[in-house]
């Protein structure tokens, strides 16, 4: 069983920079697909990025396409996301997640992912 731990998050002023790390253990993942989800209060959980571990493809949600990269280091067994450019909307939890069946592909639910990570929040000031 993969476990994940996030890292990285904190507090920042519009305009600023956060990078993110998840680190995983427990298990291989080249057959993964890794994923950034995020929640903010009274919403629901919605997709940020995700990378097919073997192959390195990368998929983004339109809100952050050009502001955030995902991006995993094979040596670490960790899977990062660089954040430019951040908006107060951007405020939530932000989750890690992996997708046993990712080898194709990845995917944009929730739903697809077998393990999460507990979390690190993510707070951007005006």
């Known amino acids: 069983q993969v476990q994940l731990v996030e890292s990285g998050g904190g507090l920042v002023q519009a305009g600023g920079s956060l990078r993110l790390s998840c680190a995983a253990s427990g298990g291989t993942l080249s057959n993964y697909a890794m994923g950034w989800f995020r929640q903010a209060p009274g919403k629901e959980r919605e997709f940020v990025a995700a990378i097919r571990w073997s192959g390195g493809n990368t998929y983004y949600a339109d809100s952050v396409k050009g502001r955030f990269t995902i991006s995993r280091d094979i040596a670490k067994n960790t899977v990062n996301l660089q954040m430019n450019s951040l908006k107060p909307e951007d405020t939530a939890v932000y989750y890690c997640?992996?997708?046993?069946?990712?080898?194709?592909?990845?995917?944009?639910?929730?739903?697809?992912?077998?393990?999460w990570g507990q979390g690190t929040q993510v707070t951007v000031s005006p």
């Open positions: 997640a992996a997708d046993r069946r990712g080898l194709y592909g990845v995917r944009d639910f929730a739903s697809a992912y077998d393990y």
